[in-house]
């Protein structure tokens, strides 16, 4: 279990990203620490306003794609039938958990901010209860069973595809070992967090101390 890490030599990587019509591109960032270059904040990760559509042909017709403004935003429209793209946003959903004054991260072996640390969380499936898939992220990346006791809030920032749900969660079994795409796990106290992958996390965790510490 991990308790302190050492910030990232400066280093240089290849970022893969959309462009606003869905062809993969790459952008070379170069950084002191990852979470400049390849976190939720970052503008090279999420490098255009318009949010990158599934592909760059029509559902309807199959011509391609034109960027257009609809609706006082930039969009995906179909020249030839007036069909237009309206990219929803993704649902991610993370956990809380704190055991002896110390809150559960995870370090991060994905981009997003590989190699630097979040708490545990992801991506909710079609169809899932938000609640649930946050109970499975913390499972799947950490070993730890835990049971959701409280919404500290829904977090969103504008032209950013992703809105994250964040509980407040308690361990009720398992065992703490990093799941196969985190590199490490370990609880940490607040006032010395690891490197964070996400500058947002700490908004989060603002809003939790503000509840947890300091009354509803």
């Not at 700490?202 to 509840?211: C, E």
Request: aromatic share 6%.
């Amino acid at each position: 279990m991990a308790s302190t890490i050492s910030t990232a030599a400066a280093k240089e990587a290849t970022i893969p990203a959309r462009n606003t019509l869905g062809f993969m591109r790459f952008v070379r960032v170069t950084s002191t620490a990852l979470c400049r270059s390849v976190g939720h904040d970052s503008p090279s990760w999420y490098p255009v306003k318009a949010m990158p559509p599934d592909s760059k042909y029509c559902a309807v017709c199959a011509t391609v794609l034109e960027v257009r403004e609809v609706a006082g935003r930039q969009r995906p429209v179909c020249p030839a039938c007036g069909h237009v793209v309206y990219d929803d946003p993704k649902v991610a959903a993370i956990c809380i958990v704190e055991r002896d004054l110390r809150v559960l991260m995870v370090k991060r072996g994905n981009q997003p901010g590989a190699g630097l640390w979040s708490m545990p969380g992801g991506y909710v499936d079609r169809g899932e209860v938000v609640e649930e898939a946050a109970v499975r992220e913390v499972l799947e990346e950490t070993g730890l069973q835990v049971k959701v006791e409280r919404l500290v809030g829904l977090f969103s920032k504008p032209e950013h595809p992703v809105i994250v749900a964040a509980y407040a969660a308690r361990e009720v079994g398992g065992v703490l070992k990093a799941g196969p795409e985190a590199l490490d796990v370990g609880f940490f106290p607040l006032d010395d967090l690891p490197p964070l992958a996400f500058a947002g996390d700490l908004s989060i965790l603002d809003g939790w101390k503000s509840r947890r510490y300091g009354g509803d």
